[in-house]
Every structure is written in structure tokens, then in C-alpha cells.
């Protein structure tokens, strides 16, 4: 079975500084995806980025980078230069590539930016 | 382009009540449909998936049941509702036919039973 671990129930950050959001999963097969999605007040899910578990390099997506560590099970979401509107929870998700399609989500990390 | 809704956003229901949440998806065809819940404070449980019209497959056993009478039409139901099925409910589409890892996610409905 696949499991996602977030310890952060809440992290408060100062505005334009760099904030890094824990994740780490276990799981016992070889080929699967790592996502993080942000869950604003007003309750939709937004996909920021995605890792698959063979790639090489850490994904990248604006402001937005997956720090990858495969062999601690780890899969850190780095938000440079933070702004306001980061303000809101942020869930670490995980795909069985070879399994039925779904996600198993994390507990979430609520951010707040302090101006 | 592809867009998600769900009706209601919000529900207030007594114990007991009936249940019919309704999720649509237009632009694509054959998508991969979803129904998550989020209590209050936590991360999201998948209560059903399907991958095409009458194909549903349950996640977690409970009073909630799910169809899909239509390709792009996909709706979450109850015959009597408990107070612990209150939790904010998303409907989510991904590409269908292949192994897709994206979902999308539609605004959602909150739903408190009292």
C-alpha cells in the first residue's frame, strides 16, 4: 500500500523568502508519480508540479521546484521567493503508475506568508 | 479547452436526506472520473473512480454510491445520509485511455448534514 507522510501542519513564511514544504512516501513499487496540488481558500485543487519516479532531473515549474531524493523517499516542494497569494494548503500526492488510476494524498501543510 | 463543474457548491442537509451531487466535464471525451471527500482539516479520500459509462469502481465501503449514466457525466449519491458524511466533495477528470498521472479538479461542493 502506498503512503504519503506530511509533518508540517502549518508553516508561516516571510514574504519573498524561500519556503520548503516536506513530503515522503513509501512505497514498494518502482514505476510512480509524485505530485504537489495547492488548495486555496476557496477550496479547488491546483496541480503544480510532477515527478516521476525515473526521472533524473527534479521537475521544475516557475517559482515551483520538487526537490527528489528516491533512495530517503522524499519529494520536498521548494517555493522560491514567496508571495501572498502562496497562502493556502499544499498536499503532497502519489500515482501508482502501474496500478488503478488514483491518487493517495498527503494531510496537507497549510502556509501562510507574512507580509 | 476543457472545463470541470460541480453542482451544488454548497448543501446543507438533514440526517437521513437523500443525496445527489453532480459533476460534468466538458471538452474532452472517455475521461477518467473521480469523486474524492475532504473532512475538515485533511488531505483528500478517494470514494470512487470510473473509466467509462457504468464502470465504477469504490474505494472505501460506506452509504455513498456513484454512476456515471453518461460519458462525461458522473454523480454521487445517497439514499440517507449520515452525519459524517458532511466534507467538501470534488470531482476530478484525467485524460482517459492512458496511463495519465494529471487530474483536474472541479471547485467542489461543501456539504453539511445536520
Known amino acids: 500500500a502506498q503512503k504519503i507522510t506530511q509533518t508540517q501542519p502549518g508553516m508561516f513564511v516571510q514574504e519573498k523568502e524561500a519556503v520548503t514544504l516536506d513530503c515522503t512516501y513509501d512505497?514498494?513499487?518502482?514505476?510512480?508519480?509524485l505530485f504537489w496540488y495547492k488548495q486555496p481558500s476557496s477550496g479547488e485543487m491546483i496541480f503544480l508540479i510532477y515527478?516521476?519516479?525515473?526521472?533524473?532531473q527534479n521537475a521544475t515549474e516557475g517559482r515551483y521546484s520538487l526537490n527528489f531524493q528516491k533512495a530517503r523517499k522524499s519529494a520536498n516542494l521548494v517555493i522560491s521567493a514567496s508571495q501572498l497569494g502562496d497562502s493556502a494548503m499544499y498536499f503532497c500526492?502519489?500515482?501508482?503508475?502501474?496500478?488503478?488510476?488514483?491518487?493517495?494524498f498527503g494531510t496537507g501543510t497549510r502556509l501562510t506568508i507574512i507580509p | 479547452s476543457q472545463t470541470i463543474h460541480q453542482w451544488p457548491a454548497t448543501l446543507v442537509q438533514p440526517v437521513g436526506s437523500p443525496l445527489s451531487l453532480e459533476c460534468t466535464v466538458e471538452?474532452?471525451?472517455?475521461?477518467?472520473l473521480y469523486w474524492y471527500r475532504q473532512a475538515a482539516g485533511r488531505g483528500l479520500q478517494l470514494l470512487f473512480y470510473?473509466?467509462?459509462?457504468?464502470?465504477i469502481s469504490s474505494e472505501v465501503p460506506q452509504n455513498l454510491s456513484a454512476s456515471r449514466p453518461q460519458d462525461r457525466q458522473f454523480i454521487l449519491s445517497s439514499k440517507k445520509l449520515l452525519l459524517s458524511d458532511s466534507g467538501f466533495y470534488l470531482c476530478?477528470?484525467?485524460?482517459?485511455?492512458?496511463?495519465?498521472?494529471?487530474?483536474?479538479f472541479g471547485p467542489g461542493t461543501r456539504l453539511t448534514v445536520t
Open positions: 512505497t514498494s513499487d518502482q514505476s510512480y508519480g
Open positions: 470510473s473509466v467509462g459509462i457504468g464502470q
Open positions: 476530478a477528470w484525467s485524460v482517459g485511455g492512458q496511463r495519465s498521472y494529471e487530474q483536474y
Open positions: 515527478q516521476g519516479s525515473y526521472d533524473e
Open positions: 500526492a502519489m500515482y501508482k503508475v502501474f496500478g488503478n488510476e488514483k491518487l493517495t
Open positions: 471538452g474532452t471525451s472517455n475521461p477518467n
